[in-house]
């Protein structure tokens, strides 16, 4: 890897942990567990789009371990980890299939993918198939945040053009 290289993406996953901690700091537009606009996903979007899958997975480790430190919330991590693993992998799936312009269609299917793993995750943790019941508020708040954070990778990714 050249420099270069290494440098940009150096300077995108340190973006994406910083709009990951300031997402820490910002209530949940709902009361409903595990609800959030996963703001450092845009970048993690993005590195995939702009750099491949083995970057964005490089990113998307950083922001998860690094973030979770900061915020003093190590028990976070299996949850981020198996969102965002799940998420990466159908996001990777899907972007032989998309343009730049549907990269928002990949956002969707990938916030609905991560909110599916945080709960399969804590489903195992707890041992409580019921937690499932919040499935469908998840899947369709996955839609409506995977498309905010489609659109803005989307732009993110026009101006780093």
């Known amino acids: ?23 820490n700091q910002i209530s949940a537009p709902v009361p409903v567990p595990g609800v959030k606009l996963g703001l450092g996903n845009i970048i993690v979007l993005c590195v995939l789009f702009r750099f491949g899958w083995k970057e964005a997975l490089a990113v998307l480790l950083v922001k ?22 799940l998420s990466l992998g159908g996001m990777c799936l899907l972007k032989p299939l998309l343009t730049d312009r549907q990269l928002f269609v990949g956002s969707v299917i990938g916030a609905m993918l991560h909110n599916l793993g945080q709960l399969t995750v804590a489903v195992w943790i707890s041992q409580t198939p019921g937690i499932f019941g919040y499935l469908p508020v ?8 995977g498309l905010f954070t489609g659109i ?9 053009k």
């Open 1 to 23: 890897m050249d420099l270069k290289k290494l440098l940009r993406l150096a300077l995108l996953t340190a973006v994406s942990l910083i709009l990951y901690l300031v997402e």
């Open 138 to 145: 998840l899947l369709l708040s996955g839609m409506v945040t």
């Open 64 to 85: 998860v371990l690094l973030g979770s430190a900061l915020t003093g919330n190590l028990g976070a991590v299996a949850y981020a980890l198996a969102g965002g693993l």
């Open 152 to 160: 803005a990778a989307q732009a993110v990714l026009r101006r780093l």
